[in-house]
């Protein structure tokens, strides 16, 4: 079913324009006072001033009405201290309470009921009763006139008559009226709410007790009948083996307030239905039947494809790591060869063949390099990686790695600085992975910065986290190949850089820090050079360093150390 937008109109009915009987009754008010005082200049001489000053004193709020029409409350509040001024003092001038313009000592209940607020009423009520009160002491302590007599008497008397029903009759108009717009607005509404309700995708139902239902509105589900469900109850709705579970989650309503459950209709065996119930008052429940035989056969769908999905991702780590496995035998056995030949064993060889033993050699420590990172990123999205922890100096894997990498580094051109602690910083990790972790930091390092550039690799330790940070001077990496880096087989730089790796260096290390607890974290900024950061909480105390600590390794230091107290291994380039 269509729905039409809503009109504002349906929201909030506005005032209907024409005839206002608040402006009618002040305008008749004034009109009456000038018709009465046109009289009276044939009736009273010009010293019968207290008529003239009564007939001035209930002039007076209703020229003060029409000029504020549109004030709000307090403006009416003020409108009505006024007709309540002047209406006992017009009293109060013509005899007090038994004169002829006592009636208008009620003045303030006229007025208010052309308001038509119900507070008003009340407070026009109270002004009249202290404006009556206040005429009856004028008139007891001889302070008023003399009630005037004959015609005078009597067309005052018919003036207060006249301007009062007049009030009463226009404040009763006036509250029809607007009990005839909220009636409409309420039939608008209610409509609205019909025709919404009637419209909904869900069945909506209301239940009184434990399963009579009473209202049924919007579309029904496939496997129940609104007939049956308003005849027999809710409970017969559901299938036998779900009636029990149905009559529970009633009962659960109305005890917590709310209850939900899916169950089989009694008409339609391959459905699911889900309804929802929430206790309005006692005794009475609202709820909302609706269909969730899709929603069912979506998730069922998506579990599938996500099971298919990680059983392909499995069977894929598993062939990496088993051909990983498979090609590391007879490359090991190449490159044990190559080293024979390059390190003629069985005799001479000529240069050419020397060469080319160097090459073969050179080749399959890079391919096994390669396999071996493959071999490692498969175990791990295997989950068949196992750390292999132990107590160590971390600064003798750090050292280790960077030994390793001085050939490296003296054939890129680029100088390689540690910075490492002078004391002891034990850790309990795995040695393996904290030393791959330094190799592929510094091999990326070395990849990016150019001949004459500079890499630094700190060490620090500090409330149970060892800190190592990687720092070059290259090229930098842009804020677009960053977002990818860290994935598997993810890779920044030109096609030359690309070309000498997998994309797996930096995805193992972040690896490699998860599997230990830590992070990594990658600053880096064009032209400027990168620094990446790998934390990890792994150290159990940081030792005071030795009195005599002796060199690891012959070193060439071209560089001012660090900072005060720290061990500075610099590899400059030959």
């Given at each position: 079913m269509e729905l039409e937008a809503r009109p504002d109109s349906i929201r909030r009915p506005a005032p209907q324009a024409g005839f206002d009987p608040a402006l009618a009754w002040r305008l008749g008010w004034l009109g009456a006072v000038c018709l009465a005082a046109a009289a009276a200049l044939f009736i009273v001489d010009a010293r019968a001033w207290p008529v003239w000053s009564a007939l001035a004193a209930g002039a007076v709020p209703a020229l003060a009405a029409l000029v504020a029409t549109r004030g709000g409350e307090r403006t009416e509040s003020l409108l009505l201290v006024l007709w309540a001024v002047g209406g006992a003092s017009a009293a109060a001038l013509t005899g007090g309470v038994s004169g002829a313009m006592a009636a208008w000592c009620l003045a303030p209940v006229a007025a208010a009921s052309t308001m038509g607020r119900s507070k008003r009423l009340a407070e026009g009520a109270a002004l009249a009763l202290i404006g009556g009160c206040v005429a009856a002491l004028i008139q007891l302590s001889g302070l008023a006139p003399a009630a005037p007599t004959g015609p005078l008497a009597f067309l005052l008397g018919f003036l207060a008559l006249v301007t009062m029903g007049l009030g009463l009759a226009a404040g009763l108009l006036i509250g029809r009226r607007r009990q005839a717009l909220r009636e409409d607005r309420d039939a608008l509404e209610i409509g609205w709410l019909e025709t919404l309700l009637d419209g909904l995708p869900y069945l909506a139902i209301a239940v009184r007790g434990h399963e009579q239902v009473t209202t049924v509105r919007g579309s029904a589900p496939l496997g129940v009948s609104t007939e049956q469900l308003m005849t027999r109850g809710l409970a017969d709705a559901a299938a036998p083996a779900d009636r029990a579970r149905l009559a529970a989650a009633i009962a659960q309503a109305h005890r917590d307030g709310a209850a939900s459950l899916d169950f089989v209709p009694a008409?339609?065996?391959?459905?699911?239905?889900?309804?929802?119930?929430?206790?309005?008052?006692?005794?009475?429940?609202?709820?909302?039947?609706?269909?969730?035989?899709?929603?069912?056969?979506?998730?069922?769908?998506?579990?599938?494809?996500?099971?298919?999905?990680?059983?392909?991702?499995?069977?894929?780590?598993?062939?990496?790591?088993?051909?990983?496995?498979?090609?590391?035998?007879?490359?090991?056995?190449?490159?044990?060869?190559?080293?024979?030949?390059?390190?003629?064993?069985?005799?001479?060889?000529?240069?050419?063949?020397?060469?080319?033993?160097?090459?073969?050699?050179?080749?399959?420590?890079?391919?096994?390099?390669?396999?071996?990172?493959?071999?490692?990123?498969?175990?791990?999205?295997?989950?068949?990686?196992?750390?292999?922890?132990?107590?160590?100096?971390?600064?003798?894997?750090?050292?280790?790695?960077?030994?390793?990498?001085?050939?490296?580094?003296?054939?890129?051109?680029?100088?390689?600085?540690?910075?490492?602690?002078?004391?002891?910083?034990?850790?309990?990790?795995?040695?393996?992975?904290?030393?791959?972790?330094?190799?592929?930091?510094?091999?990326?390092?070395?990849?990016?910065?150019?001949?004459?550039?500079?890499?630094?690799?700190?060490?620090?330790?500090?409330?149970?986290?060892?800190?190592?940070?990687?720092?070059?001077?290259?090229?930098?990496?842009?804020?677009?190949?960053?977002?990818?880096?860290?994935?598997?087989?993810?890779?920044?730089?030109?096609?030359?850089?690309?070309?000498?790796?997998?994309?797996?260096?930096?995805?193992?290390?972040?690896?490699?820090?998860?599997?230990?607890?830590?992070?990594?974290?990658?600053?880096?900024?064009?032209?400027?050079?990168?620094?990446?950061?790998?934390?990890?909480?792994?150290?159990?105390?940081?030792?005071?360093?030795?009195?005599?600590?002796?060199?690891?390794?012959?070193?060439?230091?071209?560089?001012?150390?660090?900072?005060?107290?720290?061990?500075v291994i610099a590899f400059a380039p030959r």
């Open positions: 008409l339609g065996a391959e459905r699911l239905l889900a309804l929802d119930l929430q206790r309005v008052a006692p005794n009475q429940l609202v709820g909302v039947l609706r269909d969730v035989t899709a929603e069912r056969d979506r998730a069922a769908a998506l579990e599938q494809a996500r099971a298919d999905a990680e059983g392909l991702a499995a069977g894929r780590a598993r062939f990496l790591a088993n051909m990983s496995h498979e090609l590391r035998t007879p490359l090991n056995a190449i490159m044990g060869f190559s080293d024979i030949m390059r390190a003629r064993m069985f005799g001479p060889l000529s240069d050419r063949y020397a060469e080319y033993a160097e090459l073969i050699h050179e080749s399959g420590g890079h391919l096994l390099d390669l396999i071996n990172d493959v071999l490692d990123m498969s175990k791990i999205e295997a989950e068949r990686f196992e750390l292999q922890r132990g107590v160590f100096d971390a600064r003798e894997a750090i050292q280790a790695a960077m030994r390793l990498l001085r050939v490296q580094s003296d054939s890129a051109g680029v100088q390689l600085r540690g910075v490492l602690p002078p004391g002891e910083l034990e850790v309990d990790a795995d040695r393996r992975a904290l030393k791959q972790i330094v190799l592929n930091l510094v091999s990326n390092a070395l990849k990016f910065t150019p001949r004459g550039g500079q890499v630094t690799v700190t060490l620090d330790g500090y409330d149970g986290v060892l800190e190592i940070v990687v720092a070059d001077t290259g090229v930098g990496i842009s804020p677009e190949d960053l977002e990818r880096l860290g994935r598997p087989y993810e890779q920044a730089g030109g096609a030359e850089q690309r070309a000498r790796g997998t994309g797996l260096g930096l995805s193992l290390v972040r690896a490699f820090a998860k599997l230990h607890g830590g992070e990594m974290a990658i600053e880096s900024r064009l032209g400027a050079g990168t620094t990446v950061s790998v934390r990890l909480p792994v150290l159990l105390a940081v030792l005071p360093p030795a009195k005599t600590p002796e060199p690891e390794a012959p070193v060439e230091d071209r560089s001012p150390p660090a900072s005060l107290g720290d061990n």
